[in-house]
């Protein structure tokens, strides 16, 4: 059985041991300000990933809005990882390295953010279609945003972790889409990754109960092809094993007394492409 156990801000940085912690008004605040730097980094990135692009470049952007908004990207440094964001490319599941690689007409690119600031994590990711996008693609993208929401929508008191899943599987599975078993998303607040692990498949009932004041992140991966992935041998790019192509969509929320609330939401209604 999950253990449970209300936490001051202080507390919040309680390394991760398998407890769940309920954050209280001030992690809530904290989370929303976090949340929302996040999502502006997403928004003012827009204009900028158009063909030719460097996914470096992307990534400098990300890192000088990230200083600028006060905050220090969580990823950099982190576990050995030396870049401010995550930049993931057609067939790439998550974790692509930013490098010279330029993006071209027609990709899909996950574009994954988490300024720490004030010590709160806003983590948040969306895709970007460059320039003309294949029809396939574009529905691929669709329907993974549907499966985001779909799981945001089951993320309420009463409910349990495998709800989640459960909307979310149902949903891709609908459309012959291999949701990613290998990545899910994590509680977070002073911690980047705690407990719980929300995992994007599940059945309905089952898994740690959702009570107000957690705080995680659903971040569902989805492939056209099959599930399975593999990780490269940088040690962090991930990728379809069948070279499928791969969408992701990620929002941090807060689990409220009579639902939930998203902290990552686009301040400028960019949260689904076209933008
Ligand atoms: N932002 C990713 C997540 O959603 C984690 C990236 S860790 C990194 O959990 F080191 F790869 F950047
Ligand atoms: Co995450
Ligand atoms: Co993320």
């Not at 990823?75 to 067939?91: D, W």
Request: proline share 6%.
């Amino acid at each position: 059985m999950e253990q449970y156990v209300s936490v001051t801000p202080q507390e919040a940085m309680q390394a991760r041991d398998g407890t769940i912690k309920l954050h209280g008004a001030e992690g809530f605040d904290g989370m929303r300000k976090a949340g929302r730097l996040a999502a502006e980094i997403l928004d003012a990135l827009v204009p900028h990933v158009v063909p030719g692009v460097s996914t470096e470049e992307l990534d400098d952007i990300v890192r000088a809005m990230t200083m600028r908004g006060g905050a220090v990207p969580a990823t950099l440094g982190y576990r050995g990882y030396t870049h401010s964001c995550c930049i993931s490319i057609n067939h790439v599941i998550c974790h692509g390295i930013p490098s010279d690689k330029k993006l071209k007409d027609g990709d899909i690119v996950n574009i994954d953010v988490t300024p720490q600031l004030g010590g709160w994590h806003g983590d948040t990711s969306r895709m970007f279609l460059v320039g003309d996008v294949p029809v396939k693609a574009k529905r691929l993208v669709d329907v993974t945003y549907e499966c985001l929401m779909l799981g945001i929508e089951a993320a309420k008191p009463g409910n349990r972790v495998g709800d989640i899943g459960y909307a979310i599987q149902t949903h891709a599975e609908k459309h012959r889409y291999g949701v990613v078993r290998d990545f899910c998303g994590h509680g977070l607040g002073q911690l980047f990754h705690d407990a719980p692990e929300i995992v994007h498949v599940g059945r309905p009932g089952t898994g740690p109960e959702l009570r107000p004041g957690m705080i995680f992140t659903i971040e569902p991966m989805i492939n056209i092809g099959k599930a399975a992935g593999k990780v490269l041998d940088d040690g962090w790019t991930a990728v379809t094993r069948d070279r499928s192509l791969s969408a992701q969509f990620e929002h941090s929320i807060g689990i409220t007394d009579d639902g939930c609330e998203i902290f990552t939401k686009s301040p400028k209604g960019f949260d689904q492409p076209p933008y």
